[in-house]
């Protein structure tokens, strides 16, 4: 499940509508030869995680995802037994007088009665490698990234009950995180790094037009610029790509062809989602940003 060459992986991940500059690509790259987890940081909304779902339809496998959350445990992200139907078993067998308590254990704690979660269904998964994204890994405690040590160093995970199970062929890793804490350094060493930072006004034009094809081109060059300024203010929270791509959806559908200071007030809760940094840019500052936008990209195309 590897590419021949950077350019031709680079080829596929555009023709699924996912544009990653060269670096990204070639991290990917090497991930997928070198059967290492990708780990991706960056800020939100800049793409990482679709990096993951992209990879799981170029190379037409399955994508498991574990969306991680503080108090994330082994019961919610590995497995856990199937309680009441272990209840249940035992009931029968006491009905019909045939318990035997070490019998009983064996097959209590056998695979009929685990339940998968997305860390084990991903190394029992039969067929292709799936891609396993391991999202937002820095909400999760910091008890469960070590955990994940075992599974990132031999793909492999120990259950007490039935011992070590260790995936056949590899899962495809990809794992994100937005940098609210330092990951460890023992999970670092583990994985191949790529930074996502923010797209400049081309790339951003770029995905904007492969997003939303139906756009003007001059609505989706004046949306590039106005985020790219707007990205210079001191914000509670930057824009992202995906809040970008919502709101030239949001004007399509308003049919506009070209931004107004009108309209980026009306819109402006699209691309700011904290309340604090909409009023603070409503208004006059908004005006100035897109006048320097429209500047912007008049000179651009003068």
Known sequence: MTFPTIDALQGA?????????????TSIFLALALR????LEGEAGVGKTEVAKVLAAVLETDLIRLQCYEGLDVAHAVYEWNYPRQLLEIRLLQAEGALDRRAAERELFSREFLIRRPLLAALEHGGPPPVLLIDELDRADEEFEGYLLEL????????????????????????????????????????????????????????????????????????????????????YKKTGVSESLDWIAALVALDRQELDAETVDETLGLILKNQEDVEAIRGERARGILHRALAGGAHSAG
């Open 13 to 25: 991940l555009s023709g699924r509508r996912y544009i990653a500059d060269r670096g990204l690509a």
């Open 36 to 39: 290492r987890p990708l780990l």
């Open 152 to 235: 990132l160093s031999d793909f492999q995970i120990t259950i007490p009950e039935l011992g070590t199970i260790q995936a056949a062929e590899p899962p495809i890793v990809v794992l994100t995180s937005n940098r609210t804490r330092e990951l460890h350094d023992a999970l670092k060493r583990r994985c191949l790094f790529h930074w996502i930072d923010y797209p400049d006004p081309a790339k951003e034009l770029e995905i904007l037009r492969a997003k939303a094809p139906e756009a003007p081109q001059r609505l989706a060059e004046q949306v590039a610029a106005f985020v790219a300024e707007l990205r210079r203010a001191e914000l």
